[in-house]
């Protein structure tokens, strides 16, 4: 079985930075593709960006330029790495494994997933 924990959810001004880990259990982590998706409050789930088998990565357009994840696969974790962070960044940030290992940005294409991490920008 394949579990995923997050960390490193916590309240931070906004320009702020702030990097999240998430810790991958169980799997072949390597082969995987790994996505990182937010859900803010009243909001549906978003697609923040994503890093394939080869750590080619992809984001979302509304974090592009600001956000940046990288992998380490001998510590099966991956980051996500957030700078100038603004108020509209607020939301539970979730890690999601996909195991054909090619990035999606539909939510439906992952297989498993954390539990989310908390991320609160305060203006």
């Known amino acids: 079985q394949v579990q995923l924990v997050e960390s490193g959810g916590r309240l931070v001004q906004a320009g702020g930075s702030l990097r999240l880990s998430c810790a991958v259990s169980?799997?072949?982590?390597?082969?995987?593709?790994m996505g990182w998706f937010r859900q803010g409050p009243g909001k549906v789930r978003e697609f923040v960006g994503g890093?394939?088998?080869?750590?080619?990565?992809s984001y979302g357009d509304s974090v592009k330029g600001r956000f940046t994840i990288s992998r380490d696969n001998a510590k099966n974790t991956v980051y996500l790495q957030m700078n100038s962070l603004k108020s509209e960044d607020t939301a539970v940030y979730y890690c999601?494994?996909?195991?054909?290992?090619?990035?999606?940005?539909?939510?439906?294409?992952?297989?498993?997933w954390g539990q989310g991490t908390q991320v609160t920008v305060s203006s």
């Open positions: 890093i394939n088998r080869g750590a080619i990565t």
């Open positions: 999601a494994v996909e195991t054909g290992g090619f990035v999606s940005i539909f939510d439906t294409n992952y297989d498993y």
């Open positions: 169980g799997g072949a982590f390597s082969s995987y593709a």
